[in-house]
């Protein structure tokens, strides 16, 4: 490091920007929530959804654990373009969400470089149910015609039953 600080060497580090947002999800079927994003050097790469249930006014209650709300569809539209092209059809009751684990697996091995075998989020497949049914979008090959100023992002869900949420 002191070689390279002598030789006034630049050293290229990556800090990616996040954001997050909230918002109350009404009790409905087919809830759509369009968020306006500023697109700068750097596009969206993934969009993680997760619900939860009366855990931001309750203290007994653990706020580090989701809901699945019986949801059996979900996309995002960047700008008119539909992630992913396919639809993430669920049903929670018959235990069919192999595909939203699997793009939860994949984030983490991605984004943070975990390799399965040996460690990561230790998330099985019933805990991913019970506790964790947190949905991956992968957005990272946007079409370049996305370009730059204002994204209009949409979140699309249905759910299987209106429940309160």
Do not use: C
């Not at 369009?34 to 209650?61: C, H, L, M, Y």
């Not at 989020?121 to 991956?136: D, G, M, R, W």
Request: aromatic share 14%.
């Amino acid at each position: 490091m002191r070689d390279i600080i002598e030789r006034k060497q630049s050293i290229p580090v990556a800090f990616p920007a996040r954001t997050s947002d909230a918002i109350t999800v009404p009790p409905t079927q087919n809830f759509t929530w369009r968020i306006s994003v500023i697109s700068g050097i750097e596009k969206p790469r993934w969009i993680i959804i997760a619900f939860q249930t009366d855990r931001t006014v309750n203290q007994e209650q653990n706020p580090a654990v989701f809901d699945h709300l019986n949801i059996t569809n979900a996309y995002v539209t960047l700008n008119g373009e539909k992630y992913p092209l396919h639809d993430f059809v669920t049903n929670f009751a018959r235990n069919d969400y192999s595909e939203l684990y699997e793009k939860f697996d994949d984030f983490k091995k991605e984004y943070y470089g975990f390799n399965s075998l040996v460690g990561g989020t230790q998330v099985n497949y019933p805990a991913f149910k019970s506790l964790f049914p947190i949905i991956v979008f992968d957005v990272r090959r946007q079409s370049e015609s996305l370009g730059f100023g204002v994204m209009d992002m949409q979140l699309k869900v249905t759910f299987a039953l209106v429940t309160s949420r």
